[in-house]
């Protein structure tokens, strides 16, 4: 496992998150990037109340993110740092080195968007800021780490243009 | 009389409350919202605050089925009301603890929540270590 696992996730930290990767891969450093729940108290004290034994959180906004790149304080240890939405990953691209991961966890569905798992529903947009990322970094839609991960670039047609 | 919303991780909270009916009977003041894969925060958020918001100013105990899940890290956004509170973990014990002691007008919603709980967490054995502790 790569030791600094960005995933995007619309539902933040959740079971599947904390269940399946802090709890699987012992990860104790979290790090929420998202602007409303860092400036919203009582969503932070929600997600921090939920975190496991070993493991801390940290909120932070996108801009402060990438400002601060608060990671690299993190020396020992696995980092998650969950994102809640293509678009916000997309604004942190240039960030993830060599020993990072880009995971596809959540995206509800919701307008044009197309089924690509259960739980992973994409529109063109999204897609290709995707595909984009992945030139340069691991991109995979990958749920649980049990499950077998889905190389974003296999996506080789856009989904929502067959469908017209 | 307290309402009863369970909101859970697919249908569990559906079925559920199909076993506790076969119990108790048949309940007023009970919604069940169920969270199936591809829904969104905001999709059950906005169901549950409809829910709260048809109970008004009567008091609404949530179950949901997992601390750290998204229905309950939805359900805890609710808890600076005071007629709303949480109990997560929900099962059939605790579910009827709930639907008994609602009948009793003068119970607070602090006091069903946290006797439910107790219920749910108490009904959890391990049959073979009781076993052992008899012989």
Redesign the interface.
């Known amino acids: 496992m790569k030791r600094i696992i960005y995933r995007v996730d619309d539902r933040f930290i959740h079971g599947q998150v904390i269940e399946g990767w802090i709890n699987y891969y012992n990860i104790p450093n979290i790090i929420l990037v998202n602007d409303r729940i860092a400036g919203d108290s009582c969503q932070r004290l929600i997600y921090e109340s939920i975190m496991p034994m070993g493991s801390r959180l940290l909120v932070t906004t996108v801009s402060d993110f990438e400002k601060k790149k608060p990671y690299k304080k993190f020396k020992k240890g696995g980092v998650l740092i969950i994102v809640g939405s293509v678009r916000d990953m997309y604004s942190i691209r240039d960030l993830p080195d060599e020993d990072s991961y880009i995971n596809i966890g959540c995206i509800a569905t919701g307008g044009r968007a197309i089924e690509v798992t259960d739980t992973v529903y994409l529109d063109c947009e999204q897609l290709d800021m995707l595909k984009e990322m992945s030139l340069s970094h691991d991109v995979f839609v990958h749920k649980l780490p049990w499950d077998m991960p889905l190389d974003i670039r296999g996506f080789e047609n856009h989904p929502a243009e067959d469908k017209k | 009389m307290v309402g009863i919303v369970i909101l859970t991780?697919g249908l569990f909270g559906e079925e559920l409350y199909r076993s506790a009916e076969m119990i108790v009977g048949r309940q007023d003041k009970v919604e069940i919202i169920s969270m199936q894969?591809?829904?969104?925060?905001d999709?059950v958020a906005g169901r549950l605050e409809g829910v709260i918001n048809l109970y008004g100013s009567e008091c609404c105990l949530v179950f949901t089925d997992?601390?750290?899940?998204?229905p309950?890290?939805i359900s805890?956004?609710y808890l600076?009301a005071d007629t709303v509170e949480v109990v997560s973990g929900v099962n059939l014990p605790m579910l009827l603890k709930a639907f008994t002691m609602r009948m009793d007008g003068k119970r607070t919603l602090s006091e069903i929540a946290s006797e439910s709980a107790r219920a749910g967490q108490e009904s959890i054995k391990v049959a073979g270590e009781l076993l052992n502790k008899v012989k």
């Open positions: 991780h894969a591809g829904f969104s925060l999709d997992m601390f750290g899940g998204s309950s890290n805890m956004a600076g």
